[in-house]
């Protein structure tokens, strides 16, 4: 095969991620700490996430969706791997057959699993208020899940995020389950839910955002880095004579002759036009705004201020998950699952 470099790297820094995993595993005050690695660990590649969290200790991972457990069977031999969505009709074969194991959601994924799941262990998703997902809390009191065989029950926090009194009425409802329900092991809080301290962590939490580098809340600052770094190479440097203007739609003008560089990153790659003249990037130090329309593959960079800048050198895009998400109104899930398909993804 032809060897063709690639002109957009997403470099992930594995000792970043396992720091962020060992960090949250101790606020988990004693329970395990387990990885979503749903949406291809999100997007930064979920074998390499799941290689490099198993060799810190991480036995439990998460995924939504069964062709997701059937990308990681390999990796995940010997560790627990549970799928979100649990079960339907069509996914019974994948769900018998793969070593991973459903989080039924409800009365009818239950009725399934009896008939057809072989005796295979399951866990179950309990919702406690969020109307998601989830055998609802009333009728898991009521004994809906009486003579079924659990391995981790589970319920999922819908703002842990903020301080709300639904978090707290979450956690009530989850104790009350809790109670009533026997299995191997209890599940509850998300990377928020973690900081929200030791009455949230059960047995089991199920953390994601923040392994990758996300901040669920004020708790983890400085606790929790940035782990995906991209970096885009520089097609064109041209100057922009005063007056004139830049991209489509001509939405940037240029005061006075500027010097702007055209990264090869777009909007395909998930650089959304979100970041339309409030993008940034560094260039030797020094930080260089994005300028008028993102494209579909190509960003300009007014570079007048900083050193000398030349085609094929590189451009560190700022993407600083907090900052990122306050400045473009995206969540911090929204920009780590937009890195697109022509990232090389290359872990150091
Ligand atoms: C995605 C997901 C998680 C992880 O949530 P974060 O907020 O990314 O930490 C945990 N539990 C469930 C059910 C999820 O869907």
Redesign the pocket.
Known sequence: MIDIPDPIVLQIDKTVLVNNWRWLAQQSAGASCGA?V??NA?GLGAQDAVRHLSEAGCRDF?V?TWAEARSLAECTEGLTLSV?HGVSSMDMAAAVQLHAKP?LNSLEQIALWKQGGHGKPCDV?VDTGMNR?GVSWDQVLEGALDDLAIHTL????AS??EDVPQTQTQLERFRLCKNRVSAHRY?L??????CLGADYAFDLT???????G?I?RAEAVGHIKQVAFPKARVLQVRTVKSGEAVGYNATWQAQGDRTVAIAQLGYADGYLRCHSDLGSALWNGHIVPSIGRVSMDLTAFDVTDAPPIHEEDWLAIEYDLPKTAALTGRSQ?ELLTSFGARYKRSWF
């Open positions: 979503a749903k949406a999100y998460f939504a979100f989080v998703m997902l589970c319920s999922h926090l842990a995020d599940s809080a998300n990377s928020a839910g973690i199920r953390p994601g955002l923040a392994l990758y996300g669920p899930y």
